[in-house]
């Protein structure tokens, strides 16, 4: 599986295969028939507190710590995984304005090291 990252911003795109917004709350400005999702994955996002927290100041790598704690320790990436199984192309898409430091970019990277096992 092949798995991109892109801003829910960005014009959708017949390269992007299954589309799936891991962000859990909805990106403001964004229509839902001009995000063209064929998924929405809240449960894959950080937690809200962990969220507000890395909003509030905390460190990238803490913030990448507890959130692959998150992922570890619930079902949502399991679940994401087998949803996402049949789908030889899927995007990611996330409203954060950074786009080297995103949960979405962990979440891909946690995807990708599951998906040899």
């Given at each position: 599986m092949q798995v991109e990252l892109?801003?829910?911003?960005?014009?959708?795109?017949?390269s992007d295969g299954f589309?799936?917004?891991?962000?859990?709350l909805w990106p403001r400005g964004v229509s839902k028939e001009r995000a063209e999702?064929?998924?929405?994955a809240k449960d894959a996002a950080p937690?809200?507190?962990?969220?507000?927290?890395?909003?509030h100041g905390m460190a990238w790598d803490d913030f990448a710590a507890a959130y692959a704690r998150e992922l570890a320790e619930g079902t949502a990436l399991t679940?994401?995984?087998?949803?996402?199984?049949s789908h030889d192309?899927?995007?990611?898409l996330y409203a954060?304005?950074?786009e080297e430091r995103n949960h979405a970019?962990?979440?891909r990277e946690a995807l990708l090291a599951g998906s040899s096992a």
């Open positions: 892109k801003r829910i911003y960005e014009q959708p795109a017949p589309r799936v917004l891991v962000d859990r999702i064929d998924l929405w937690s809200t507190a962990l969220r507000q927290s890395f909003h679940d994401l995984r087998r949803e996402l199984a192309v899927v995007t990611l954060a304005h950074d970019m962990l979440l």
